[in-house]
């Protein structure tokens, strides 16, 4: 087999190329690592270090040789640069971690490891996973002095989406196979929409938050992203598990082989449709390319059941007062005391706060830990804090009381394709609108995908969110994979990748 | 009763106190807690807040609040929650710190001691589990601060009172008895020294029937002599300033010791807002009734229930029973002296005559030497020996026994019995269990004092005392008094 069609094959072929041994481990990072090079103009990754990678692979190929190899033996992948990793920076594209190296891994990245996959990189992110377009990542990517856009690769002027940007750059560009993404608010599934690729977000609990940099501690969940339901699927049943030495939020459900009800027939399935997913915000084109998808399932037998979830336009305010809340506690260990930037000068202890944390942080976090510093303050915290919470357990019990009519429920990801590098510049109420469909879902800490469905405006992507019910993640992979049986949206490519 | 008034205020005393609980591991790290290691050499990834650790609950340190609640009749809540105190300081790495705001794991209870012989009882608000910070060291580093994060993530419960003492000696009184409770259920090792138990005072004065004035809370009190002077001071200082037409500000104050005076650290007005919330890294904390269970049944016989069973059992008064429990080792002491002191069919005499001279003789000589029990140099075995002695009147002097003992050298207590009846003859301290010549030489003294006699006769009683002194002169003191007693009075009746 010739090493340029290596990037073609999903995370399953690959692992069984690796596997018969007719591609080494050590070939396909070589491939990675030059495709990563290649097109790092898209400013997808922020680190490689091949010295560390070739010997991971290297002993991938060991182990395949020995017959000791793990399902995912030898398949390069890269995490989004708000996992830390041991012998690449971690930096969660802050000013405030340039540099910065952990003395560990975190579970999900040792989880994978352990599974014998390769580490290529890390990949650009919004700062602490801030953001919905990727546009707030303080970090120069690979081959940058300074920092710079994310790019689309279906079309350069426009942005991945965020906070996973460069996770789902490398997919769609063909940098890597697979990786990892973060979502709190929908960080795997917007982004995945945004650049065409397929990206769930698991049952909050159910993979180790051990080791990702916090975003919004009661939302923060990793998942997976792939070009298919199906490689989605071989990755997420390495990385979840209970973790009850390091995560005391990860929940006691076991491991689980999420590829093994793929295949199952979905005549039947009961799929939700929330009226209040496909209101007047919602773009013609997205609306167009998402009612053709749940045509197709028709089509698989699949049941449209209108339901109603009536405290999604709620999700926005609720999200913007909870993340923030835990975002500015979180992130006050970034005080230039221990780790990470220290301003060079200062007259005391107040005034190394002061400027540390003025020049460590970009504005969009700076905004959301004043929201947050706000919302929590003595005299407010009833009024914002107290109350968002009281919705947000409403906003779960809509989603239990619609379950008892559907079996997993599907609208848009995003109100529209992906915008213009710069359109919402000095909008951050923009980025924040957009967020509204991906939001419920976390804030019920449901699991939830998005599947590529089609193509919109300026040939842009369009991503089918599914979301089910607790622990349902096989479920959901199961409807995405069927779908993709019956399409080729998630095999399109850019022009160019 | 009504409390004690100075320059006609009552006193309102309300005490917060810092355990450091004594776990293997931090609270929410598997750090160790040593004492005085190398800085920073106790702290891992988690204590030093690196970016993606997060906590995980100690179970030992909860099993801790647990022995708390039992031993102080508390509710153990089965669900409390953790919160984030949310401020900067350069020792506390997060940036917060994790402890219980809304709902804390112990919930109410008591405090019972006494203040000379009167029954005190202090209500508890609630007792909360958190972690401890770092320290700041400023005096090695010219123009800078260490910090150590050994300590950063100790788990402290902090037990905090209603404002019911009214005086410093009771406060004091209340910070020993709390002391012997964390240091006898074993949750705490008590060394104040090294800040495992540090309390700070909330003092305030009214007049009497007036609303609760405005308080002062002095911040870490680590010795019962310090916290008794910074009280008194304060309580001083406040009054001199009603007096003089000055209100009381709100502050948190510093105890100097080598001035003896208090001073104000930072008042009211920059207080900080510490944006407390549930710890979204943190369930509740669930404790079940079986886990409550599972820790009273290993828990130590605890001091009241020790103290209540001395009375019932040995019938020993509530101020003996209680002083006797102020420790595990003296506890002990006294079971084991009442057990080789005689036969369980008198051991409600022996158990009073083994307090009475464990509270008397025995404790006047160990505080004499600046001893505690455990170092006595009578221990239970003599003890018991010697009120053996006394209660069976085998000995004419019990003092004089008592200091024999104290002084001799015991090798083994093979043949104890044999050791002391030496040592009795030795002394000189056989009891005369002659009557006849007991009878003699009251017949004696009756002959040689008519006019004491004829005064006894007359009713006073003074003159029946002046003979039993003359007898038991006569004796050199090896007369049983009681005998003697006896005796005479038959002798001056017939």
């Known amino acids: 087999m010739t090493s340029t069609a290596l990037h073609d094959l999903g995370v399953a072929q690959l692992a069984a190329e690796l596997r018969e041994r007719r591609v080494s481990a050590v070939e396909a990072a070589q491939h990675f690592l030059a495709r990563a090079q290649a097109h790092q103009n898209l400013g997808a990754y922020v680190a490689v270090n091949p010295d560390i990678t070739l010997a991971q692979a290297r002993a991938q190929d060991a182990a395949i040789a020995a017959g000791t190899a793990g399902p995912l033996a030898g398949v390069p992948i890269a995490h989004k640069d708000i996992f830390v990793t041991k012998g690449f920076p971690s930096t969660a594209g802050s000013k405030m971690l340039a540099g910065y190296q952990s003395p560990f891994d975190a579970t999900v990245v040792t989880k994978l490891a352990d599974a014998g996959a390769v580490t290529l990189g890390k990949l650009n992110c919004d700062e602490f996973a801030m953001g919905s377009a990727n546009e707030n990542s303080a970090v120069a990517p690979m081959g940058f002095d300074a920092p710079a856009p994310v790019r689309n690769p279906w079309a350069t002027d426009r942005i991945p989406g965020g906070s996973s940007g460069g996770s789902a750059v490398a997919v769609a560009a063909r940098l890597a196979p697979a990786v990892t993404g973060t979502d709190t608010g929908g960080s795997i599934r917007q982004p995945a929409s945004f650049c065409g690729i397929t990206g769930i977000k698991p049952t909050y609990g159910r993979a180790s938050r051990y080791g990702m940099i916090a975003f919004a501690s009661s939302l923060d969940q990793a998942g997976p992203m792939a070009r298919s339901a199906e490689d989605c699927a071989l990755l997420l049943s390495a990385m979840c598990g209970p973790d009850p030495d390091r995560d005391s939020t990860s929940l006691d459900v076991p491991a689980e082989n999420f590829s093994a009800k793929l295949n199952d027939s979905i005549d039947g399935l009961r799929i939700g449709i929330p009226a209040e997913f496909f209101g007047e915000g919602l773009a013609p084109d997205v609306r167009a390319a998402v009612d053709g998808a749940l045509k197709e399932y028709e089509k698989l037998g699949a049941k449209l059941v209108p339901i109603s979830l009536p405290r999604t336009q709620l999700s926005i305010p609720v999200y913007y007062i909870i993340a923030p809340a835990e975002a500015s506690s979180n992130l006050s260990r970034f005080d230039g005391v221990k780790f990470g930037h220290r301003a060079k000068d200062y007259t005391d202890l107040v005034d190394m706060y002061k400027k540390t944390r003025a020049e460590g942080f970009g504005d969009e976090v700076k905004r959301r830990i004043m929201i947050g510093a706000y919302v929590l303050s003595h005299g407010y915290y009833d009024a914002y804090y107290l109350q968002a919470q009281k919705i947000r357990r409403m906003i779960a019990d809509d989603f239990q009381n619609a379950f008892k009519s559907c079996d997993v429920i599907a609208g848009p990801v995003a109100p529209t394709v992906a915008w213009k590098l710069g359109d919402h510049g000095n909008d951050p109420l923009a980025d924040y609108l957009a967020d509204i469909f991906t939001l419920p879902g976390s804030l019920a800490g449901l699991p939830g995908m998005s599947v590529p469905a089609g193509f919109g405006e300026g040939g842009m992507p369009v991503g089918l969110q599914l979301l089910g019910n607790y622990f349902q993640e096989a479920r959901l992979l199961n409807a995405a994979h069927r779908l993709q049986q019956a399409t080729d949206f998630h095999l399109r490519r850019p022009e160019g990748f | ?494």
């Open chain 2, 1 to 494: 009763m009504t409390a004690k008034l100075i320059h006609g205020y009552e006193v309102v005393i309300g005490f917060e106190t810092h355990t450091q609980l004594a776990t293997q591991s931090k609270i929410f790290s598997r750090a160790p807690t040593a004492f005085g290691a190398e800085p920073n050499t106790q702290a891992c990834a988690v204590d030093l807040a690196l970016p993606g650790t997060l906590p995980v609950m100690n179970r030992e340190a909860v099993a801790c609040a647990i022995k708390l609640g039992l031993a102080l009749g508390s509710h153990i809540a089965p669900v409390s929650i953790f919160a984030r105190k949310n401020y900067f300081y350069p020792d506390l790495p997060k940036g917060y710190q994790i402890s219980q705001f809304e709902i804390p794991v112990v919930q109410g209870g008591e405090v019972e001691f006494f203040l000379g012989d009167e029954k005190k009882t202090v209500r508890l608000v609630r007792a909360h589990l958190e972690e401890d910070a770092g320290k700041s060291l400023h005096e090695d580093f010219i123009g800078q601060s260490g910090i150590d994060l050994n300590r950063a993530g100790t788990p402290l419960l902090e037990i905090v009172t209603e404002p019911d003492m009214r005086s410093s000696e009771e406060a004091v009184a209340y910070a020993k008895e709390l002391h012997k409770i964390v240091t006898w259920i074993g949750i705490c090792d008590g060394n104040m020294q090294e800040g495992s138990f540090r309390c700070d005072a909330n003092v305030s004065v009214r007049k009497p029937g007036q609303p609760l004035g405005t308080r002062r809370e002095i911040k870490n009190l680590n010795s019962f002599k310090f916290m008794q002077q910074a009280i008194d001071y304060e309580i001083r200082w406040q009054i001199e300033q009603i007096e003089d037409g000055h209100a009381i500000q709100q502050a948190t104050v510093l105890f100097d010791p080598d001035t003896g005076e208090t001073r104000a650290m930072r008042t009211k007005e920059d207080a900080a807002d510490y944006r407390y919330f549930p710890d979204p890294d943190l369930p509740p904390l669930h404790i079940s009734e079986q886990w409550v269970q599972d820790e009273r049944a290993q828990m130590a016989e605890l001091p009241r229930t020790m103290a209540a069973r001395f009375v019932a059992d040995y019938g020993l008064p509530e101020y003996d029973a209680t002083t006797l429990t102020q420790s595990q080792s003296m506890a002990s002491y006294f079971e084991d002296a009442v057990k080789l002191a005689g036969p369980k069919e008198q051991e409600k005499p022996l158990a009073k005559m083994v307090a009475n001279w464990m509270l008397g003789e025995l404790s006047a000589t160990l505080n004499s030497r600046g001893l505690d029990i455990t170092q006595s140099p009578i221990g239970p075995e003599l003890l018991g020996m010697h009120v053996h002695y006394v209660f069976n009147q085998k000995v004419s002097n019990p003092k004089a026994l008592f200091k024999a003992l104290l002084e001799a050298e015991f090798k083994s207590f093979d043949n104890l019995v044999e050791q002391i009846d030496a040592l009795v003859k030795a002394k000189d301290l056989t009891p005369m269990n002659d009557s006849g010549a007991l009878e003699k030489i009251i017949d004696e003294v009756i002959a040689a004092n008519p006019d004491n006699v004829a005064q006894f006769r007359a009713g006073k009683d003074k003159a029946f005392n002046a003979l039993v002194g003359q007898i038991m002169k006569a004796s050199k003191g090896k007369a049983n008094p009681t005998q003697v007693n006896e005796l005479l009075r038959a002798k001056l009746a017939g």
